[in-house]
């Protein structure tokens, strides 16, 4: 699992590490069921406070992104709970929004981009189920 | 049972007719890594000082573990580990002589974690002192200050001067510290990328008093960069509640806010001004602007 930190924004570390472990759970790169990494492993490999790792491990328990189990460990979540799709919808929302202020901004209207979102490559291939 | 490891209250000292503390009153609470930021003089080592009871409290109360350092020494000195910023250790000494000598003051002393570290940090026990380098040197006295596992760990300016790799020894050590279970780390640091990723609490030094103590994530939280973009043109920044600094020109000016959200949009509605950007600010800057605004 990677993620990475900056320590010189003004954006809260938990919520750096909430959100670096939503994406990777949302583009499928920890898949449910996945381990994830002890507090305090996690803590000593991205240097920082590990009360901060089990804060953001805390919040993502509450949002459905992650279990923990009796065997003290934490794993991501079955992608059905209706919480982890809610999750990635907001994702996605935010992708659509940026795709929008740049073709309005290179002067596109809407129906040409959703004419575009149909004929896209992509469309062709079998979506995942999810 | 109290839950503060340090309890500072109200403390004064002067040396001469400058006054290197004034009203400070500080609680570090068990378990946690609490920051310490100020700038070069202004009374981090000094304050460290009365901590280890190295000076008295000319007035107001210093209290470690619930006792006066300057008055029960023993106590209160054989559960802190300590790092010093000028890591002073005699360079005659050879490095397993230093240890043999430290070890003599703490009963608590682990000789086995002590040769885990000697090992970690690649020391030659057989070593002087003077012939080694700056960062070995760190690494001598990191591994003095946790050997005897204190439950409190004080650190001075624990990286300044030193390698990344070194730094990331040090900053590793205190991560280790704290993942023990009440145990607490003090350390102060003018590098605060460091705090930002070590401490739960931070309180800032700016010449001999306390301008800020919270909970760092409320520090964090507290401050805002925020642009505000009004109807008509100013020549001077239109006043906004709660702003601590603005700059800007025109239609659009640029405020630091302190407060949360719903108090500066309630404080924008009222100067009828549109909020056209808002960012949070970094550690660094809520720093320089409290600095610059106590």
Known sequence: ?130 | MNDLVIDIKNLHRRFGDKHALQDVSLSVPRGGVFGLIGSNGAGKTTLIKHILGSHYAQSGSVSVFGFDPVAKPVEVLGRIGYMSEDRDVPGWMRVQEVIDFTRAFYPGWDSGYASQLLELFELDPKQKIRNLSRGQTARVCLLLALAHRPELLVLDEPSSGLDPVIRRDILTAIVRTTADEGRTVLFSSHLLDEVQRLADRVAILNRGRIILSDPLDTVLESFHRITLRFDESFDLAPSLVGAIESNGQGHEWTYVYRGDREQWTQAAKRLNAQIVHEVPLSLDDIFVCNVQHS
């Open chain 1, 1 to 130: 699992m990677q993620i990475h930190i900056q320590a010189q924004g003004g954006v809260p570390i938990y919520v750096q590490v909430m959100q670096q472990i939503k994406y990777l759970v949302a583009s499928g790169r920890l898949q449910p069921g996945d381990e994830l990494p002890s507090i305090r492993t996690l803590a000593e490999q991205l240097i920082v406070n590990p009360n901060t790792i089990a804060r953001a491990y805390r919040e993502l328990e509450t949002a459905g992104v992650v279990e923990k189990r009796r065997t003290a460990g934490t794993f991501v979540a079955e992608a059905g709970s209706p919480l982890a799709r809610k999750e990635r919808l907001r994702l996605l929302r935010q992708r659509v929004d940026q795709l929008l202020v740049e073709a309005f901004q290179m002067g596109f209207a809407l129906d040409e981009v959703l004419k575009l979102v149909e004929q896209s490559e992509l469309n062709s291939q079998p979506p995942r189920k999810g």
